[in-house]
C-alpha cells in the first residue's frame, strides 16, 4: 500500500510547482516499481486506471450496478 503527500510552506508558492512535479514523478516511479495505490483520488486515479485497465472495467461494472441511473457522480468512475 503506498500514499504520501509532499508539502511546501505557503509563503513559497514558487517551490509548488516544483513539488507537484516531483509528487507526479515519484508516484509514477513508485507505481512502475509495483507499488500499490488501493485508493486512487485526485491525480492518482488516471495513473493506477491506465496502468490496470481491468481493474478499472471491474469499478466501471460495479459502479453501473450500484447506479444503473447514473446519478451518482456523473461521468467519474468512483465515489
Known amino acids: ?11 513559497r508558492r514558487a517551490e509548488d ?3 507537484k512535479e516531483l509528487w507526479r514523478a515519484a508516484s ?18 488516471p495513473m493506477v486506471y491506465e496502468r490496470a485497465p481491468e481493474y478499472a472495467a471491474k469499478l ?3 459502479k453501473k450496478e450500484m447506479d444503473p441511473q447514473g446519478i451518482l457522480n456523473p461521468g467519474k468512475l468512483c465515489f
Do not use: N, S, T, V
Not at 28 to 45: C, I, K, T
Open 28 to 45: 509514477a516511479a513508485l507505481m512502475d516499481a509495483g507499488a500499490l495505490f488501493d485508493r486512487p483520488y485526485g491525480e492518482w486515479a
Open 60 to 62: 466501471r461494472q460495479i
Open 1 to 11: 500500500h503506498c500514499e504520501f503527500d509532499l508539502h511546501a510552506e505557503p509563503q
Open 17 to 19: 510547482k516544483k513539488i
